[in-house]
């Protein structure tokens, strides 16, 4: 007999599709007992394109040469103590976010797309999502691995999943993942697959992997390309699941409108931290916050909402207001976390003249009017031997749970205030969106679990902000947090490069 | 004589993670150790899941089983994503030259029209069976407590997904990739009275809420019985009429089978030991488990493997079961 030869399709559908069958002795609902309460309608399975093709034997061999390499390189980066290659001790502070911020995010990535891909009456869906599973837990552990050195060198890293489940500024990536994985599967693919991986993940994920080639940082670049085939495969993923859900049903538009709407929203609210990464903490700037909001907000995601037009899509709410807030994001967030810097697990500075000037260029608009004069009297004062550190904790958005520094985008000395009020009790937000995203599901956001509120009715081991930070969030005092300038991170990095501080020349001089 | 490469030693200001000094003491950790313990979210979930609005994500009460302390688990394999991939990757390898091989050699058209028919039946329907397996590791990674189980249930299904593929690829290279086969071999899984007990019990584990049972009802009673019947007894049973080729298409399945018992037994010994309920809840689980499991596989047992092999099956079961300190009254009896 001649074997015929099979297009990978027909493959593919024989491979996987096709191991379904149709249930007789227990009722489909009952099996996939989340797929309707969302109120999406799904008529046919069957349509659901496969966005990759890809057989397991083909996942374990490709995944399993990538990791050689990448465990090769972290081996060489440890042994040669690659750490000391970074362009400055500085930069390292943005990886300490990364690691306590985002790696918990790949974790939750990882319980949901398990979930959905248990949950998806359709077998193509189901083993697509089954597959970025295993991918995101790829990603957690990698990531700890990578920094593992760094940990080994510098302070901040130590305790990164104990932190996010308590911290108060780690509480605004938690949230919004909690958000996602609590909602019904349709919306946490619209969520999570669309809007994170698909819409925003040139804002999020690559930032971090391009401030890593920009400033020496071997293991965690060599992580970021690595990782880059997967993310293609999570970015065709997340198209595919937005067309799928429009084609199904015309009733499927509205609700996967507001599902854009609030996840543009909350996730241009968590990329805050992003953007003052890219302004501030990259010893070498790749590209301002602003620049790379315009190529890939409002150019790429432009586009792609012009492609989406035709199933009645239309850009996200609030995308107005956000692309007003890119003068200012990145300059209001880092004066955010300047001011509570000794609550934090990595450290800040003021930027020098330099760096400065850079700021002034890439922001003529707002920089020198609005910023410039706040931070140069910051410096002032640190120059006195006063660095500026808020003794007061801040009111929280109850949304996106990000202190209430943002300002009025018409009036930017005008700090933006929003309130509802739900059963006879007030909560209050930052912004337009994140009062809507509350109106819309009060019973929700209710239960957000608010660090500064946590903090004052004593569930966090203390009354006082310090035994809060030292016993609660586990932070060394003196150690993790506080200015940069004068940090152990900043002695070490000088004895390496053998390099005195100016206060040290002075000291010996005197 | 040995060179000798000077390299700047620099002092490290910590030994690992301070989740893993606290669990394993001040000293470097293994990777697995980095990557497996204590990096689970636990507290202050901010919502209650709209899907199960009574529990928290993460909840720990997805199971009766109750531990003091999840992480007392350890994966014998102790398999992270890299560690996992590489050893999969290298079943893989082999498996591809064998059925390579089979195809090269058309090692198919040696087959008698008598064995294919009886591969198609007794063999290729379990794909379906597969991809019960993988949904229901699914939920044991889903809803699971502490990533030393969890990542170990995600691993166990694309395991299984990756089984239905090649029992899929042996229908293949019997049809000459007509999938005719396949379409006979589900027709089988749908209407053949001796498969129907099987597809039941499938079935019916799907809508099983609690993981940990589910981890029962599957890894430890189906699939002892299922690759004891199929990949040990029906195996020699091939070879012996004439089908020993059809045997190296599925060294995977034995290979892995082999891989995963260090996993499960490890599982199953860690939670009996942990306390009387528990064992006794295992024991429950086993029992009513045990009894549908030898119901629902005699048809197809005896005339994939010879009237003796349930019995046979269900000895290498409680072998198991009481290795790891779970003795099922049934056996006992």
Same mark, same amino acid.
């Given at each position: 007999?001649?074997?015929?030869?099979?297009?990978?399709?027909?493959?593919?559908?024989?491979?996987?599709?096709?191991?379904?069958?149709?249930?007789?002795?227990?009722?489909?609902?009952?099996?996939?007992?989340?797929?309707?309460?969302?109120?999406?309608?799904?008529?046919?399975?069957?349509?659901?394109?496969?966005?990759?093709?890809?057989?397991?034997?083909?996942?374990?061999?490709?995944?399993?040469?990538?990791?050689?390499?990448?465990?090769?390189?972290?081996?060489?980066?440890?042994?040669?103590?690659?750490?000391?290659?970074?362009?400055?001790?500085?930069?390292?502070?943005?990886?300490?976010?990364?690691?306590?911020?985002?790696?918990?995010?790949?974790?939750?990535?990882?319980?949901?797309?398990? $979930?959905?891909?248990?949950?998806f009456g359709g077998v193509g869906a189901r083993v697509a999502c089954q597959m970025q599973s295993l991918d995101e837990l790829r990603h957690v552990q990698t990531q700890i691995h990578a920094m593992s050195h760094y940990n080994k060198h %510098?302070?901040?890293?130590?305790?990164?999943?104990?932190?996010?489940?308590?911290?108060?500024?780690?509480?605004?990536?938690?949230?919004?993942?909690?958000?996602?994985?609590?909602?019904?599967?349709?919306?946490?693919?619209?969520?999570?697959?669309?809007?994170?991986?698909?819409?925003?993940?040139?804002?999020?994920?690559?930032?971090?992997?391009?401030?890593?080639?920009?400033?020496?940082?071997?293991?965690?670049?060599?992580?970021?390309?690595?990782?880059?085939?997967?993310? =293609?495969?999570?970015?065709?993923?997340?198209?595919?699941?937005?067309?799928?859900?429009?084609?199904? $049903?015309?009733?499927?538009?509205?609700?996967?409108?507001?599902?854009?709407?609030?996840?543009?929203?909350?996730?241009?609210?968590?990329? =805050?931290?992003?953007?003052?990464?890219?302004?501030?903490?990259?010893?070498?700037?790749?590209?301002?916050?602003?620049?790379?909001?315009?190529?890939? %907000?409002?150019?790429?995601?432009?586009?792609?909402?012009?492609?989406?037009?035709?199933?009645?899509?239309?850009?996200?709410?609030?995308?107005?207001?956000?692309?007003?807030?890119?003068?200012?994001?990145?300059?209001?967030?880092?004066?955010?976390?300047?001011?509570?810097?000794?609550?934090?697990?990595?450290?800040?500075?003021?930027?020098?003249?330099?760096?400065?000037?850079?700021?002034?260029?890439?922001?003529?608009?707002?920089?020198?009017?609005?910023?410039?004069?706040?931070?140069?009297?910051?410096?002032?004062?640190?120059?006195?031997?006063?660095?500026?550190?808020?003794?007061?904790?801040? #009111?929280?958005?109850?949304?996106?749970?990000?202190?209430?520094?943002?300002?009025?985008?018409?009036?930017?000395?005008?700090?933006?205030?929003?309130?509802?009020?739900?059963?006879?009790?007030?909560?209050?937000?930052?912004?337009?969106?994140?009062?809507?995203?509350?109106?819309?599901?009060?019973?929700?956001?209710?239960?957000?679990?608010?660090?500064? $509120?946590?903090?004052?009715?004593?569930?966090?081991?203390?009354?006082?902000?310090?035994?809060?930070?030292?016993?609660?969030?586990?932070?060394?005092?003196?150690?993790?947090?506080?200015?940069?300038?004068?940090?152990?991170?900043?002695?070490?990095?000088?004895?390496?490069?053998?390099?005195?501080? /100016?206060?040290?020349?002075?000291?010996?001089?005197? | 004589?040995?060179?000798?490469?000077?390299?700047?030693?620099?002092?490290?200001?910590?030994?690992?993670?301070? $989740?893993?000094?606290?669990?394993?003491?001040?000293?470097?950790?293994?990777?697995?150790?980095?990557?497996?313990?204590?990096?689970?979210?636990?507290?202050?979930?901010?919502?209650?899941?709209?899907?199960?609005?009574?529990?928290?994500?993460?909840?720990?009460?997805?199971?009766?089983?109750?531990?003091?302390?999840?992480?007392?688990?350890?994966?014998?394999?102790?398999?992270?994503?890299?560690?996992?991939?590489?050893?999969?990757?290298?079943?893989?390898?082999?498996?591809? =030259?064998?059925?390579?091989?089979?195809?090269?050699?058309?090692?198919?058209?040696?087959?008698?029209?008598?064995?294919?028919?009886?591969?198609?039946?007794?063999?290729?329907?379990?794909?379906? #069976?597969?991809?019960?397996?993988?949904?229901?590791?699914?939920?044991?990674?889903?809803?699971?407590?502490?990533?030393?189980?969890?990542? /170990?249930?995600?691993?166990?299904?694309?395991?299984?997904?990756?089984?239905?593929?090649?029992?899929?690829?042996?229908?293949?290279?019997?049809?000459?990739?007509?999938?005719?086969?396949?379409?006979?071999?589900?027709?089988?899984? #749908?209407?053949?009275?001796?498969?129907?007990?099987?597809?039941?019990?499938?079935?019916?584990?799907?809508?099983?809420?609690?993981?940990?049972?589910?981890?029962?009802?599957?890894?430890?009673?189906?699939?002892?019985?299922?690759?004891?019947?199929?990949?040990?007894?029906?195996?020699?049973?091939?070879?012996?009429?004439?089908?020993?080729?059809?045997?190296?298409?599925?060294?995977?399945?034995?290979?892995?089978?082999?891989?995963?018992?260090?996993?499960?037994?490890?599982?199953?010994?860690?939670? =009996?030991?942990?306390?009387?309920?528990?064992?006794?809840?295992?024991?429950?689980?086993?029992?009513?488990?045990?009894?549908?499991?030898?119901v629902d596989l005699a048809p197809v047992a005896e005339i994939a493997a010879g009237e003796d092999a349930m019995a046979e099956a269900l000895a290498a079961l409680d072998k198991r079961l009481q290795k790891s300190g779970v003795i099922s009254?049934?056996?006992?009896?």
């Amino acid at each position: 007999m001649t074997a015929t030869k099979l297009n990978l399709k027909d493959r593919y559908r024989l491979l996987t599709r096709d191991l379904d069958w149709e249930y007789s002795y227990q009722n489909r609902k009952d099996v996939f007992p989340m797929e309707e309460f969302e109120g999406i309608k799904i008529t046919d399975w069957s349509k659901w394109e496969d966005p990759f093709r890809l057989t397991m034997d083909a996942y374990w061999k490709y995944q399993a040469e990538k990791e050689k390499k990448l465990y090769a390189i972290f081996d060489a980066f440890a042994q040669n103590n690659g750490q000391q290659n970074v362009k400055d001790a500085r930069y390292v502070n943005a990886i300490k976010l990364f690691l306590t911020g985002v790696s918990p995010l790949e974790y939750q990535a990882y319980n949901g797309f398990a $979930h959905v891909g248990r949950q998806f009456g359709g077998v193509g869906a189901r083993v697509a999502c089954q597959m970025q599973s295993l991918d995101e837990l790829r990603h957690v552990q990698t990531q700890i691995h990578a920094m593992s050195h760094y940990n080994k060198h %510098f302070d901040g890293f130590q305790d990164f999943a104990h932190m996010h489940d308590r911290v108060w500024y780690l509480s605004v990536p938690k949230s919004f993942f909690d958000d996602a994985r609590s909602a019904g599967p349709f919306e946490f693919m619209v969520a999570i697959g669309f809007s994170f991986e698909y819409v925003l993940t040139n804002l999020l994920f690559v930032p971090f992997m391009s401030g890593a080639a920009y400033n020496g940082d071997m293991a965690t670049v060599t992580f970021g390309f690595s990782a880059q085939s997967d993310e =293609a495969r999570h970015m065709t993923l997340g198209l595919e699941i937005i067309k799928f859900l429009l084609e199904q $049903h015309p009733d499927n538009v509205p609700i996967v409108q507001r599902w854009i709407n609030k996840w543009f929203w909350r996730g241009t609210r968590m990329l =805050a931290l992003v953007s003052m990464m890219m302004d501030y903490m990259l010893p070498n700037r790749v590209m301002s916050w602003k620049e790379a909001w315009e190529v890939y %907000f409002e150019e790429a995601g432009g586009a792609l909402f012009k492609d989406l037009a035709r199933y009645g899509i239309e850009m996200p709410a609030y995308a107005g207001t956000a692309i007003a807030e890119k003068e200012h994001l990145s300059h209001q967030t880092w004066s955010i976390f300047y001011n509570y810097t000794h609550a934090a697990a990595f450290h800040t500075w003021m930027p020098d003249e330099r760096e400065m000037d850079w700021l002034s260029e890439k922001y003529p608009n707002t920089f020198d009017k609005y910023y410039r004069p706040r931070f140069e009297h910051w410096r002032e004062m640190e120059r006195a031997g006063e660095r500026f550190y808020n003794p007061t904790l801040p #009111m929280l958005c109850q949304t996106c749970q990000i202190p209430m520094g943002f300002t009025e985008m018409n009036d930017p000395t005008l700090v933006s205030y929003r309130q509802s009020v739900y059963k006879g009790e007030r909560f209050n937000f930052c912004s337009d969106g994140c009062k809507d995203i509350f109106d819309h599901e009060p019973e929700k956001y209710v239960q957000s679990w608010l660090p500064v $509120h946590q903090i004052y009715q004593g569930n966090c081991g203390g009354a006082d902000v310090e035994t809060v930070l030292k016993d609660y969030y586990k932070m060394n005092l003196g150690v993790d947090n506080m200015d940069y300038r004068g940090s152990p991170d900043e002695q070490r990095w000088k004895q390496w490069h053998n390099l005195q501080s /100016a206060e040290d020349k002075l000291k010996k001089a005197s | 004589m040995t060179i000798e490469i000077k390299t700047a030693t620099l002092s490290t200001i910590r030994n690992t993670y301070e $989740h893993t000094r606290r669990r394993f003491g001040d000293k470097p950790a293994s990777r697995y150790q980095e990557a497996s313990y204590d990096i689970a979210p636990e507290n202050n979930f901010h919502y209650r899941p709209l899907w199960e609005p009574e529990k928290f994500l993460n909840d720990k009460t997805r199971t009766a089983i109750v531990m003091e302390d999840w992480y007392v688990y350890k994966d014998p394999r102790q398999f992270y994503y890299g560690t996992y991939v590489q050893a999969r990757a290298k079943l893989q390898e082999v498996a591809e =030259a064998n059925y390579s091989f089979f195809a090269k050699r058309k090692l198919a058209d040696g087959l008698s029209d008598e064995i294919k028919e009886h591969v198609t039946r007794c063999l290729l329907p379990l794909r379906h #069976m597969e991809l019960a397996a993988n949904m229901n590791n699914l939920s044991g990674c889903a809803y699971g407590t502490a990533t030393v189980l969890t990542q /170990a249930f995600l691993y166990n299904g694309m395991d299984r997904l990756g089984i239905a593929q090649y029992l899929s690829r042996i229908g293949l290279l019997l049809d000459g990739n007509s999938g005719a086969s396949l379409a006979t071999a589900k027709d089988y899984w #749908m209407t053949d009275p001796v498969w129907q007990g099987v597809r039941r019990y499938a079935e019916n584990s799907l809508v099983v809420r609690d993981w940990f049972e589910l981890f029962v009802a599957q890894n430890v009673v189906m699939d002892t019985l299922v690759y004891d019947l199929f990949y040990r007894q029906y195996d020699k049973k091939l070879s012996a009429e004439g089908g020993a080729d059809i045997a190296m298409l599925t060294e995977f399945m034995q290979e892995w089978y082999r891989d995963s018992c260090r996993w499960v037994d490890s599982v199953l010994k860690t939670t =009996a030991a942990e306390s009387d309920a528990n064992r006794e809840l295992l024991v429950q689980w086993v029992d009513a488990y045990r009894e549908k499991a030898a119901v629902d596989l005699a048809p197809v047992a005896e005339i994939a493997a010879g009237e003796d092999a349930m019995a046979e099956a269900l000895a290498a079961l409680d072998k198991r079961l009481q290795k790891s300190g779970v003795i099922s009254r049934a056996a006992a009896a």
